[in-house]
């Protein structure tokens, strides 16, 4: 498959913006296209103050 643009949380207070492989279809799993998009306040929240956040990248 090809790839699509994404915005990435890295770490605490790190975002990213890259292309990143298209998921492959796996049985009982739904692949869904956007064409647009936003990011949630409390996203922000979580990653600039850390939020119960272990596991990066979001």
Do not use: Q, R
């Not at 090809?2 to 292309?19: F, N």
């Not at 409390?42 to 990066?56: A, K, P, Q, R």
């Amino acid at each position: 498959m090809g790839t699509m643009p994404a915005a990435l949380a890295t770490g605490l207070g790190k975002w990213s913006c890259d292309e990143i492989k298209i998921p492959s279809m796996e049985k009982g799993k739904v692949l869904v296209k956007t064409s647009l998009s936003s990011i949630c306040g409390s996203d922000l929240h979580i990653t600039y103050m850390g939020w119960n956040v272990s596991e990066f990248p979001l």
